[in-house]
């Protein structure tokens, strides 16, 4: 049986860290009332004077990943980019890393589901893989959030909790007959709510897609109805957990750690809570980081590897919930 194994992993920050304190410099907030509503207390932002997009910090983390895999760029057979923050309005910040790694020929395929990016990107390269269709598959998220905020009293229930960062996987198939690999994967999406967690422009459907009015009215930058996204997070959330359990057909006392998407501690500790999950089984480090959507769930994966909470022969539930909205969860176990 041909399962999909991750081979690799890899993680790249910017240098620069934002701390709560230096948000009280630019708007009226505190470390208290950022932590209080959110759990983070810094986050990395790249050089304040640009010239730094998501395909940079993307090969970062990508040649850790593939060093890790022991790939070299030649090696890949298809780059999948998850992002909301492109380089570009367009082309696709997977053409631009595929550029940078030396590659003139490779696939790349750019998907915008925001937070959930890392788990569509994650179920779509295995079934290229189950499928036959690519054997050797670099999965990166990516995010530059902080030249795209409102950072400013106005905007600080939102500039507060985005980090910039990435992360990357190395996806390849493995024959066994072992239960290993992606077990299982649930998507879903409600465009219905679409305006809950958004950022208007630039916009197709206006002419011009951007206008002086348009800036003026800050439509440039991301808004969010927290209250709802959180309601609707912590409802969803251990819905689909039982759903993708039931598919795999193991029981929730078989995953070791779960990794959510880290949009907001209050919404990940509301998820332990209603699944009776112990502390030490639900990973958490946005506190350090804040929320660096598509790139969250691979950089905590990552990080967990990396200090020895998961390994050899562990199961780990990926899951998450954000913008369009979209939400879903992927399982995944080590292979022994």
């Not at 999948?80 to 790349?108: E, N, Q, R, V, Y």
């Not at 009015?213 to 957990?241: C, S, W």
């Not at 509301?270 to 112990?278: D, R, S, T, V």
């Not at 899951?319 to 176990?333: F, K, S």
Request: charged share 20%; glycine share 10%.
């Amino acid at each position: 049986m041909q399962i999909t194994v991750i081979k690799g992993t890899g993680r790249y920050l910017p240098h620069r860290c934002v701390t709560n304190q230096d948000m009280t410099r630019w708007m009226e907030t505190t470390d208290e009332w950022i932590q209080q509503r959110t759990g983070i207390e810094q986050r990395y932002w790249v050089p304040e004077e640009g010239g730094v997009g998501v395909s940079d910090l993307g090969l970062e983390a990508s040649r850790i990943a593939m060093a890790r895999a022991g790939w070299k760029p030649e090696d890949l057979d298809m780059i999948i980019f998850a992002t909301l923050s492109p380089d570009l309005f367009f082309p696709g910040s997977g053409c631009l890393l595929a550029h940078k790694l030396g590659l003139t020929t490779t696939p790349a395929l750019d998907i915008r589901q925001q937070c959930t990016g890392f788990l569509y990107g994650l179920a779509t390269a295995d079934a290229y893989i189950r499928s036959g269709l690519a054997k050797r598959i670099l999965l990166v998220g990516a995010e530059v959030h902080s030249t795209g905020l409102d950072i400013s009293t106005r905007g600080r229930d939102v500039a507060v909790i985005f980090g910039d960062g990435a992360a990357a996987v190395c996806l390849e198939p493995m024959e066994t007959d072992a239960k290993a690999g992606v077990l299982a994967s649930c998507l879903h999406a409600d465009g219905s709510l679409a305006e809950s967690l958004m950022a208007y422009a630039p916009a197709s459907r206006d002419n011009p897609r951007i206008s002086e009015q348009m800036l003026r009215e800050g439509k440039q930058y991301p808004v969010m109805d927290g209250r709802n996204i959180f309601k609707y997070a912590v409802r969803r959330l251990p819905e689909v957990t039982a759903e993708v359990l039931k598919k795999a057909g193991l029981p929730l006392s078989a995953v070791d750690l779960f990794i959510p998407h880290q949009a907001n501690l209050r919404i990940n500790q509301a998820f332990a809570k209603a699944m009776e999950l112990p502390d030490e089984k639900v990973y958490h480090n946005i506190q350090r980081y804040g929320n660096t959507t598509a790139a969250s769930i691979p950089l905590a994966f990552d990080e967990a590897i990396e200090k020895g909470v998961i390994g050899a022969g562990s199961t780990v539930m990926f899951l998450g919930l954000g913008a369009g909205v979209t939400w879903g969860a992927v399982l995944y176990r080590f292979p022994g």
